[in-house]
Nanobody, 124 residues
């Protein structure tokens, strides 16, 4: 099993920045890619960004392209989400998860080992 712990959330004004971290432990060798999702109150969980541990290939949902950057530190088994130019509509609980070998998927059903989430609130 892989255990994931997110951190770095908080309250920020519109236009500001935050960097989220996702620390992985346990059987990380079975995970070949990671993803960030978010879920706002009353809405479905939404894919944000994905990255491969090897090679660092990435993909994003359209609404965050050019503002968010996903990266990883293999030595620390940690994935990051740098969020710039934040908007009130980015407010949500952000989760990381392991990709079940479905590269390019935006569906939560293709991800597992979810962390507990970290709250991001963007004020206008």
């Amino acid at each position: 099993q892989v255990q994931l712990v997110e951190s770095g959330g908080g309250l920020v004004q519109a236009g500001g920045s935050l960097r989220l971290s996702c620390a992985a432990s346990g059987r990380t060798v079975i995970s070949y890619a990671m993803g960030w999702f978010r879920q706002a109150p009353g809405k479905e969980r939404e894919f944000v960004a994905g990255i491969k541990w090897s090679g660092g290939s990435t993909y994003y949902t359209d609404s965050v392209k050019g503002r968010f950057t996903i990266s990883r530190d293999n030595a620390k088994n940690t994935v990051y989400l740098q969020m710039n130019s934040l908007k009130p509509e980015d407010t949500a609980v952000y989760y990381c998860a392991t990709n079940r070998n479905r590269w390019g998927s935006y569906s939560p059903i293709d991800f597992s080992s979810w962390g507990q989430g970290t709250q991001v609130t963007v004020s206008s």
